[in-house]
Nanobody
Framework: QVQLVESGGGLVQAGGSLGLSCAAS????????MGWFRQAPGKEREFVAA????????YYADSVKGRFTLSRDNAKNTVYLQMNSLKPEDTAVYYC???????????????????WGQGTQVTVSS
């Protein structure tokens, strides 16, 4: 069992930056692939970024590539999503998720993840 708690959301102007954290508790965090998804009002949950449990591989949605950076610190059971050059269309509730995978594999579909956090709101004003 893995429990996930996101933090770091808030309100920022377009062009600004925010850093999200996802702290995990429970067993075997370091062997779980991690990901971030987001959901805007009236829209489906969409993939944002993913990282393998080794930390060696990352993958980003085209909409955030070059602006967001995902990293993890297995010693601290935490993953970090640094978001730069934010746009109003980045406004959403952001969720982190954990799923079992091979050490080099990234997971991009929600159904591949077993555990989810409660979400944190990110609002980007124009």
């Amino acid at each position: 069992q893995v429990q996930l708690v996101e933090s770091g959301g808030g309100l920022v102007q377009a062009g600004g930056s925010l850093g999200l954290s996802c702290a995990a508790s429970g067993r075997s965090f370091s062997t779980y692939a991690m990901g971030w998804f987001r959901q805007a009002p009236g829209k489906e949950r969409e993939f944002v970024a993913a990282i393998s449990w080794s930390g060696g591989n990352t993958y980003y949605a085209d909409s955030v590539k070059g602006r967001f950076t995902l990293s993890r610190d297995n010693a601290k059971n935490t993953v970090y999503l640094q978001m730069n050059s934010l746009k109003p269309e980045d406004t959403a509730v952001y969720y982190c998720a954990a799923g079992p995978a091979h050490r080099l594999v990234v997971l991009t579909r929600p159904t591949q993840y077993d555990y989810w956090g409660q979400g944190t709101q990110v609002t980007v004003s124009s």
